[in-house]
């Protein structure tokens, strides 16, 4: 449910810092009706071109300030992911995604005030590196 | 004599609201120009920062009231029992966070809360001096697959009736009243790998006049012999158990509830070129409504938006404006 709103389109870049491409990010639109604390995203998995980024290389914000592993994501309660907004998910991995085409497979899931099971959403994408 | 009113539950515009094509001020235009007298919103969904949201957020949602003339009813209110990953919050997290919820309301001008289904019943008494306080309404959904058979919705009903307040109510949303499971889900549904299987033999039990999850319930669980037929994959396995969100009860389960009932989601898969709702009879309910003297607010809430198909507009202006117009010449006929 929900996959319409995974994965912005156009969102996927390589992050540059300090004159070095440290990973690359994209954007996606809430797996859920309303806006909730970032405690509340069950998990995100990122798969390029077939495989899975560790998640220990993924930081996720909602506002490009403040970066959170997933681990530490589970006891943020102070920072909203609200309906509407784009979450940044950045996966850190030198030098990025290499020029040219790759398959970006996102999936989201958060967990819902009175389902027992998470909304998952998933979107795969071709995403090309100038 | 008192009458039955429209509104409109923002929810119904969610698609637009979240793709940007409106914002809070185009929809609640929208919802005024198409002729509802209330409005119903979700702050968590179109309110930044809530429950903790900012003074000018407020003064922005009273100029739009002000501007539009419309009647802030209800606010959607969800309890987050799962806000960390290892513990379910304790019962004074809980009431914590209704708290701030009711205070919230209070700020918007709202005097009544819909309570997400599966809000437990041991909230209520807690709730209500700050009910009292701030003269707000709390009301428990009665929703498809959650709602009267449930251990959860009972428990709340019995301490509703027991604590006996004008603060303490429920809200009906009508899928319970599908007397046809929706096509529009079908469709969609199959596009992506059900088989048309599993929605004839669902079709089959609402010319029976039940439905799914009252055969299931009736069954201990256990699926019958032409549900299995009727499954032809792990997918449709899968599916099955999220297809009894569409109940087929008769109007007349209302008639002991009619004094605690505040508000009804009246819920809609798709208007039909011929007027009405494909699955509901608005027409039958109201009448049943109105015979019973109900005088409160009946809330389009379009659900259809997440079964557009791929490729097609999320029609969810159309919708919401042919239901109201429905709804609207429905009242005219029944209350003059």
Known sequence: MFDNNVFIENSCVNVEQDGNVIGYE??????????????????????????????????ISVDREDWFTMREAETVTTYKWEYGEPLYIRVLEAGGLSKGTHRVKLVVATRTAYIPVPLEGVREREVTIA | ?????TCVSLYS??????????????????????????????????????????EETVAHW???????????VIADVFLNTNLYKNRTLTHRECIALLVKEIQQVARLGIHLIRLVSMVPY??????????????????????????FDIPETKAFIEEMKRVNSPYVGIVIDTGIFCRRFPR????????????????????????????????????????????????????????????????????????????????????????????????????????????RGYDGY??????????????????????????????????????G
């Not at chain 2, 185009?26 to 007298?37: L, Q």
């Not at chain 2, 669902?202 to 669980?221: P, Q």
């Not at chain 2, 549900?227 to 396995?237: G, P, T, W, Y």
Request: charged content about 25%; some cysteine.
């Open chain 1, 26 to 59: 994209l954007q996606t639109n809430i797996t859920y009706y309303r806006g909730i604390p970032m405690s509340m995203i069950e998990y995100i998995r990122v798969f390029a071109d077939g495989k899975a980024v560790p998640q220990e290389n993924i930081r």
């Open chain 2, 1 to 5: 004599m008192a009458k039955i009113k």
């Open chain 2, 13 to 54: 515009l969610q698609d637009a609201y979240l793709n940007k094509r409106m914002q809070l001020d185009d929809i609640m235009r929208f919802v005024k120009a198409n002729g509802a007298e209330g409005v119903e919103i979700l702050p968590d969904q179109m309110l930044k920062g809530a429950p903790d949201i900012s």
């Open chain 2, 62 to 72: 009273k100029q739009l009231l002000d501007e539009t003339g419309l009647k802030p």
């Open chain 2, 122 to 147: 041991w909230v209520i008494e807690p709730l209500l001096p700050y009910c009292a306080q701030y003269d707000v309404t709390i009301a428990l959904e009665i929703h498809a697959a959650m709602a």
């Open chain 2, 184 to 291: 529009v889900v079908r469709a969609y549904e199959t596009l992506f790998g059900t088989s048309p299987q599993v929605f004839d033999y669902i079709d089959t039990l609402f010319a029976r006049g039940t439905d799914l999850h009252h055969v299931l319930v009736e069954n201990g669980h256990v699926y019958p012999p032409e549900l299995e037929a009727a499954i032809q994959s792990e997918h449709d396995r899968m599916f099955v158990p999220l297809c009894d969100g569409y109940e087929n009860y008769r109007f007349e389960v209302l008639d002991e509830y009619m004094p605690y009932i505040k508000h009804f989601h009246f819920k809609l898969f798709e208007m039909t070129p011929e007027g009405q709702e494909y699955s509901m009879d608005y027409k039958g309910l109201l009448e049943y409504l109105h015979d």
């Open chain 2, 298 to 335: 009946v809330s389009t809430e379009y659900e259809g938006n997440r079964f557009t198909l791929p490729g097609h507009k999320v029609a969810e202006e159309e919708q919401v404006a042919a239901q109201l117009a429905y709804i609207r010449k429905c009242l005219d006929e029944i209350q």
